[in-house]
């Protein structure tokens, strides 16, 4: 009888856990980071982590018109978060190590940052909400970068500001 108890106990302590509520919290929720290019990607979202450990998000880096582009973009499927992008038009990665994320429409140097809404919403940064972002490696040989970044956006239909806060990536681009 004690033996079924146990079983019992037991089988609804694994139903009840899951795999988001390993016990971390915040930070402690990203993946290390590292400048291996092991296809990693975690940020804060308002102090929610959201990651992609998949290694299957899109990431290219190619010169095109002598203009280099940069872009990664994980997705984030089971949660409001659908999709984060950080890119870059005309930075060549392996002179400028720090980009600001701002306006991304006006094709010039600098980058930009935006989040797709569980609505379906593009939500970007522009010249009153903007970030950075910052290549710890950048390795054109082995296809490999590394990088860090914060920024913040203002969804203006929800009148909400995300703030974006401990970016991490490390990922194999194309080119």
Same mark, same amino acid.
């Given at each position: 009888?004690?033996?079924?108890?146990?079983?019992?106990?037991?089988?609804?302590?694994?139903?009840?856990?899951?795999?988001?509520?390993?016990?971390?919290? *915040?930070?402690?929720?990203?993946?290390?980071?590292?400048?291996?290019?092991?296809?990693?990607?975690?940020c804060l979202v308002n102090g929610?982590?959201?990651?992609? %450990?998949?290694?299957?998000? %899109?990431?290219?880096?190619?010169?095109?018109?002598?203009?280099?582009?940069? @872009?990664?973009?994980?997705?984030?499927?089971?949660?409001?978060?659908?999709?984060?992008?950080?890119?870059?038009?005309?930075?060549?990665?392996?002179?400028?190590?720090?980009?600001?994320?701002?306006?991304?429409?006006?094709?010039? *140097?600098? *980058?930009?940052?935006?989040?797709?809404?569980?609505?379906?919403?593009?939500?970007?940064? @522009?010249? @009153?909400?903007?970030? @950075?972002?910052?290549?710890?490696?950048?390795? %054109?040989?082995?296809?490999?970068?590394?990088?860090?970044?914060?920024?913040?956006?203002?969804?203006?239909?929800?009148?909400?500001?995300?703030?974006?806060?401990?970016?991490?990536?490390?990922?194999?681009?194309?080119?």
């Amino acid at each position: 009888m004690k033996w079924k108890i146990f079983l019992i106990i037991f089988t609804c302590f694994l139903i009840s856990c899951n795999k988001d509520d390993d016990g971390c919290r *915040g930070v402690d929720c990203l993946p290390i980071a590292t400048q291996t290019g092991a296809g990693t990607f975690g940020c804060l979202v308002n102090g929610e982590p959201f990651v992609d %450990n998949s290694g299957r998000f %899109n990431c290219f880096y190619q010169l095109v018109d002598n203009k280099y582009y940069f @872009n990664i973009s994980p997705t984030f499927k089971s949660k409001k978060l659908v999709e984060l992008d950080l890119g870059s038009i005309g930075i060549d990665l392996e002179k400028i190590k720090k980009f600001s994320l701002n306006d991304f429409s006006s094709g010039e *140097g600098g *980058g930009a940052a935006f989040f797709i809404s569980g609505e379906g919403r593009n939500i970007s940064t @522009n010249s @009153n909400y903007t970030g @950075n972002c910052i290549i710890n490696k950048f390795d %054109n040989e082995n296809n490999i970068v590394s990088g860090t970044f914060e920024f913040q956006v203002f969804d203006e239909i929800t009148q909400t500001l995300y703030t974006i806060t401990e970016g991490r990536f490390d990922a194999k681009f194309t080119e």
